[in-house]
């Protein structure tokens, strides 16, 4: 069965400083990838999708992602953190029309 | 693109009355829809998924008496929260995908539920 885990719960990153969240998953087969961002009582924002390629994918507001499957992982970083990156993050996977996502790691920002 | 709106996005109701929330994919036709509930501070776990014309699957552990999802045209999907009470307050966020994009969701801004 297709799972995540993001072993961060909470993280913080002093504002101009480099971030990485860590997600890690379990599939069966090749793995489709994505990163969402949500902020307070907002819907979920694509950040990034890793489908097949070059296995290190840009997304949206500076951020990043590399797969690797030798690690079954597909952290999200970015070089310098902005006050507005605050936010909740979810790592997912997805098989045909069902995404698993993982529990979370809030990012808080510090001056 | 890829535009997905939810109404409405806050709606408070008396214990025991049922509650209507409307998920519109606004620029694809969405084949199929999902809906998830979100408790706070958690991550979101997936009711049920539903085809356009066709009856929901819903989640281990949903009532789908509790829960009636409608998908009746590929726009447009309904949950429908019948004798809400206050265990059921919660956010409620859809999603929907297209054909030919079966693995890629696109988000819905949510609904607040909140029974009194």
């Known amino acids: 069965a297709q799972s995540v885990t993001q072993p961060d719960i909470h993280i913080t990153v002093s504002e101009g400083a480099s971030l990485e969240l860590r997600c890690n998953y379990s599939y069966g087969a090749t793995p489709y990838l994505f990163w969402y961002v949500q902020s307070p009582g907002q819907g979920l924002q694509l950040l990034l999708k890793?489908?097949?390629?070059?296995?290190l994918v840009q997304g949206i507001k500076g951020f990043e992602a590399e797969f690797k499957r030798s690690q079954s992982s597909f952290n999200l970083r970015k070089p310098s953190v902005h006050w507005s990156d605050a936010a909740e993050y979810f790592c997912?996977?997805?098989?045909?029309?069902?995404?698993?996502f993982g529990t979370g790691t809030r990012l808080l920002v510090s001056p | 693109g890829a535009v997905v709106s939810q109404h409405p996005s806050r709606v408070i109701c008396k214990s025991g009355t049922s509650v209507k929330i409307e998920c519109r994919s606004l620029d694809f036709q969405a084949t199929t829809m999902f809906w998830y509930r979100q408790f706070p501070k958690q991550s979101l776990m997936l009711m049920a998924t539903?085809?356009?014309?066709?009856?929901?699957?819903?989640e281990q552990g949903v009532e789908k008496d509790k829960f009636l999802i409608n998908h009746a045209s590929l726009t447009l999907s309904t949950l429908t929260v019948t004798s809400a009470h206050p265990e059921d307050s919660s956010f409620y966020i859809c999603?929907?995908?297209?054909?030919?994009?079966?693995?890629?969701?696109?988000f819905g801004p949510g609904t607040r539920l909140t029974v009194t």
């Open positions: 999603s929907a995908s297209g054909r030919g994009v079966e693995y890629e969701q696109y």
């Open positions: 539903s085809n356009e014309g066709s009856k929901a699957t819903y």
């Open positions: 997912a996977v997805s098989g045909f029309q069902k995404l698993v």
């Open positions: 890793y489908f097949s390629g070059d296995t």
